[in-house]
């Protein structure tokens, strides 16, 4: 049978505007980066889409190199497309990005605008679409010129294969200057993807939404659990299952010393003491001030569940965010 989503799918999420446009996300959005390739079960994939939508989240997040292996997110995603979402597409924002390796020679990867716009038109054959709603350059590119890589932003919008445009990636200065080229050349850059958590704040450090609320630009975090470390996985130590103990990972194990431990369990009693699990503590955190959405990423839909139970309490005491301070200082 075919899905059907729930009638009351827009009840209880919380939709936030995008910086000055009249686009709103939902405050979580769901991004593929793992879980859903075609190393992963596609059932179990389709289960967390399926959950994901009816609860609200209508924010779906890709790139061309999803996966493992590249690009087998967006054919996932774009067989449930086809046989299961077609009908709610104009509910959907579906976002995708280009900019790290996906085939071999001088123009698989990084900004010019030979490989963003043919990753592009690639990522839209995989998942059988005609325009995505978000498209993203998902890194600076140190050798190729600022302005060519926003042009191919700007030739992706004006050939009708995005609505939008955004950054992922890019310092204060690159965001800054990405803006005016795009301006200039007629059109806004929608929205910033940091990375952004807990452990992470140099978005805040250098001054990062004070310019994206200057010029307009919504934002959604990716990372905010901090790759795992901020959920109830590492309160007795590194699991030899975890992403730390990995060693392809990004996160490394002689990253995560005793003291970083420590403030993990300190800040799992604060979240104890509010009747919701270190992960939930930590995207109301991200949620609290600035941002437009967090990107969530889960394998299994008891995370999911996790996950949305923080619409049952986003508030957070000016007594917490001080304990809270006190324990990353």
């Not at 292996?69 to 976002?95: C, H, Q």
């Not at 716009?117 to 993203?136: E, N, P, T």
């Not at 109830?232 to 030899?240: A, D, M, S, W």
């Amino acid at each position: 049978m075919s899905y059907t989503a729930h009638p009351d799918r827009y009840q209880k999420m919380i939709y936030r505007r995008c910086g000055r446009s009249g686009l709103r996300l939902p405050i979580l959005s769901l991004g593929l980066w793992h879980n859903f390739g075609g190393v992963d079960v596609e059932e179990q994939g389709k289960e967390i889409l399926f959950r994901a939508f009816d609860a609200g989240i209508t924010h779906f997040d890709l790139a061309n190199n999803y996966g493992p292996p590249p690009g087998s997110a967006e054919e996932m995603f774009g067989r449930v497309l086809s046989k299961d979402f077609r009908a709610y597409r104009d509910e959907m924002i579906i976002s995708t990005k280009a900019g790290y390796l996906m085939w071999p020679g001088p123009y698989g990867e990084w900004g010019s605008k030979k490989y963003l716009i043919a990753s592009l038109d690639q990522s839209l054959k995989r998942m059988g679409l005609d325009y995505v709603d978000i498209f993203y350059s998902h890194r600076p590119d140190p050798e190729t010129p600022l302005e060519e890589t926003m042009e191919a932003l700007y030739t992706a919008v004006h050939q009708g294969k995005a609505l939008y445009v955004g950054l992922s990636n890019y310092n204060v200065q690159q965001t800054s200057e990405a803006y005016g080229i795009l301006r200039q050349m007629g059109i806004r850059c929608l929205i910033h993807q940091p990375k952004y958590s807990m452990f992470v704040r140099w978005t805040e450090e250098e001054k990062l939404f004070d310019l994206l609320e200057q010029e307009g630009m919504g934002s959604i975090a990716f990372s905010p659990l901090a790759q795992g470390l901020l959920t109830n996985r590492y309160l007795e130590g590194i699991p030899q299952d975890s992403r730390a103990a990995k060693s392809h990972g990004f996160l490394k194990q002689k990253e995560i010393s005793d003291e970083l431990l420590t403030k993990i369990r300190r800040l799992n009693e604060v979240a104890t003491a509010r009747g919701q699990s270190l992960a939930q503590l930590a995207l109301v955190w991200v949620l609290r001030d600035r941002v437009t959405s967090a990107l969530i990423g889960v394998s299994k839909l008891s995370q999911l569940e996790d996950n949305l139970s923080i619409l049952d309490n986003l508030e957070l005491s000016e007594e917490e965010i001080n304990t809270i301070e006190d324990i990353l200082s």
